[in-house]
């Protein structure tokens, strides 16, 4: 088989190996990988940040979906020619997460997706909504996973308003998943050209925050003062201050991303007076995958991302770096 590996830290260092392709023992599948999507956390993976202690080599990236090729012994729910993607962390099928659970996380670990064939275990893997490519299927078990479950930690009713940051695979698919629910979608960038795309998929309202740095005050405005139920926080510290301001008393503050350091000290008092809830949240169960996968089917929602082939791999990691994309970063096994 071929497969992307980090030998060393550092985006120059991922290699293009052939290693043995692998044979399923009792209870796993082997799965020709079609496509591959990128995370932030595959980024900060490969360049020591996320993992420094991880032990090398290893095959990069959480996200990828495919085809049975084989089973193994006692194998009953997949056969060759299923269509399925791996889950995030094998080992969480349901439930609160654990320290047992919270281990076997894909391209962390244990091996990733970026490669053609791939061997999980039986439970580890979802079925692929019929409408959708494999590239489009691809983009779905992290950042998919983590906005679903960033907008039930807001338990919204339709017609709540949420706020989202930039345009990257979590805050499009919190747009997306956020329409379905009914609820209004206000949204900050940088760039222009970005906030007109996400218009075009519902954004009810956008705001440039180079040119106003102060999209808390615009959110209570847009919002009549009362402030927003949910901001999905993906920048971390550096605009965790502002999403606290930008809600309402009692609203919540899913916690996805950790891109931004502090600007400012974390208002404590602000918490107390909102009686704020922030909610960590660390993509999600195989149930929330197989739920969101009912509703993304139902639905015939279609994720949006930009195509690559997969020997561009560090091209699209500059790409990422650079913040330069719009929704999800996906490559072509071929």
């Not at 999507?37 to 996320?50: A, C, E, H, P, V």
């Not at 919540?252 to 991303?257: E, F, K, L, M, R």
């Not at 020997?311 to 770096?321: D, I, N, T, W």
Request: hydrophobic share 45%; aromatic share 6%; proline share 5%.
């Amino acid at each position: 088989m071929r497969a992307w590996q980090i030998s060393s830290f550092g985006v120059d260092s991922l290699e293009f190996v052939e290693r043995p392709t692998p044979t399923p023992g009792p209870g796993e599948v082997l799965v020709g990988v079609r496509a591959i999507s990128f995370n932030y956390r595959d980024l900060l993976m490969i360049k020591g940040l996320y993992s420094p202690k991880m032990h090398l080599p290893r095959i990069p990236c959480s996200d990828g979906a495919g085809e049975v090729v084989a089973t193994g012994e006692g194998v009953t729910a997949w056969k060759p020619g299923d269509r399925v993607a791996g889950i995030f962390m094998q080992n969480w099928q349901d439930g609160l997460l654990t320290p047992s659970r919270a281990r076997g996380a894909l391209g962390g670990d244990i091996d990733g997706m970026l490669t053609d064939y791939v061997v999980l275990k039986e439970a580890g893997l979802v079925r692929l909504p019929e409408h959708l490519s494999f590239q489009e299927a691809a983009t779905l078990p992290c950042a998919a996973v983590t906005a679903w479950n960033a907008l039930g930690a807001g338990e919204l009713k339709a017609g709540s308003t949420v706020l989202i940051q930039g345009t990257g695979g979590v805050s499009i698919f919190a747009l997306q998943f956020a329409r379905l629910r009914g609820a209004r979608v206000l949204g900050i960038s940088s760039n222009y050209e970005k906030l007109e795309r996400a218009t075009a998929l519902g954004l009810d309202a956008g705001l440039n925050y180079h040119d106003n740095p102060e999209w808390d005050r615009w959110a209570l405005d847009k919002t009549g003062g009362e402030g927003v139920d949910l901001v999905v926080e993906v920048g971390g510290l550096g605009t965790l201050p502002r999403s606290l301001k930008a809600i309402r008393i009692g609203g919540t503050v899913a916690q996805v991303g950790v891109l931004s350091n502090a600007a400012e000290p974390l208002p404590i008092a602000m918490i107390l007076h909102k009686m704020a809830r922030i909610h960590g949240i660390y993509v999600g169960s195989r149930r929330d995958f197989v739920e969101m996968n009912r509703a993304i089917s139902l639905a015939e929602l279609r994720p949006v991302g930009e195509e690559f082939h997969w020997g561009q791999a560090r091209e699209v990691l500059e790409r990422m770096e650079e913040g330069s994309h719009f929704g999800k970063l996906v490559l072509t096994v071929g």
